[in-house]
């Protein structure tokens, strides 16, 4: 089982940001990639729809022969791992917002988090901003439309930019010095974003992080892979065009398909 691919799912194409991290961290490792596009963005919905996505996707992964799945999506860790870890033995990792590591180093005592409302308004979301923000101001700011630009390959755009500046903009008037960006969409707009904030202001995510964590829950059960040349598989159940522009620079080592699921 230490040869099976991690599995790794998304609400689209923004957990690639985290495929990255992890692929930088762990290059001998294959993975398998689901990217569920056809119903992004996961933070317009329901818990119960949300669970139900989840659910769909670990079973998926589980017939890929995944040893481990990452929930690659903000939305999908705050409100389904619990019952995942409930659900199914396979270990899973998840991602949140880097409320933590903000929260700490903020010197205005002002931070800005940029997510989806189902991130947003999960219990999992407060209660981290309970446990870690408590003397810290949090300008919370709900998407309004990025993760469906980032979908329609629709990143450096006038569209983007405007967005992006209103959604940007509280944050600044109330002199926040961290951005976290609290969606994997969301590290494809970094570029974007420098063009509109000053300099001094932190972007944080939770990619690296999860990586790290990552490769501790395959040490702890020994499911490293043994020396080898690994597959690197992606899956979407839409169109390939934008996972194919967002990884071109893996394009020679990568797959990159459509698949029902």
């Not at 669970?51 to 481990?68: C, R, V, Y």
């Not at 071109?248 to 699921?261: E, M, P, R, T, V």
Request: one cysteine or more; aromatic letters at 6%; charged letters at 20%.
């Amino acid at each position: 089982m230490s040869s099976n691919p991690i599995g790794i799912f998304d609400s689209g194409v923004g957990g690639t940001t985290v495929w990255k991290e992890i692929h930088r961290l762990l290059p001998n490792e294959p993975t398998v990639y689901l990217a569920d596009s056809m119903h992004a963005p996961y933070g317009k919905k329901t818990p119960e729809e949300i669970i139900q996505l989840s659910f769909k996707n670990t079973e998926k992964l589980i017939q890929l022969n995944a040893k481990i799945i990452v929930v690659a999506c903000n939305t999908a860790t705050t409100n389904a791992i619990k019952i995942l870890r409930e659900k199914y033995s396979i270990p899973f990792v998840g991602i949140e917002p880097a409320i933590k590591p903000a929260a700490l180093k903020t010197q205005t005592k002002i931070i800005g988090v940029l997510a989806t409302r189902g991130t947003i308004n999960s219990s999992l979301f407060h209660q981290a901003s309970e446990n870690y923000a408590k003397d810290i101001q949090i300008i919370q700011e709900i998407d309004r439309g990025l993760v469906e630009l980032i979908e329609a390959n629709k990143i450096h755009t006038p569209e983007t930019r405007a967005l992006l500046k209103k959604s940007l903009h509280a944050m600044l008037e109330a002199g926040a010095d961290h951005i976290v960006l609290g969606c994997t969409h969301f590290p494809y707009l970094i570029e974007e974003i420098r063009k509109i904030i000053p300099a001094h202001i932190t972007i944080t995510d939770s990619g690296l992080a999860v990586a790290q964590r990552v490769k501790s829950v395959l040490l702890e059960n020994n499911l490293t892979t043994p020396t080898s040349i690994p597959s690197y598989q992606f899956y979407t159940n839409t169109d390939t065009t934008t996972l194919e522009m967002l990884l071109q620079a893996y394009q020679n080592k990568i797959s990159i398909s459509y698949l029902d699921f």
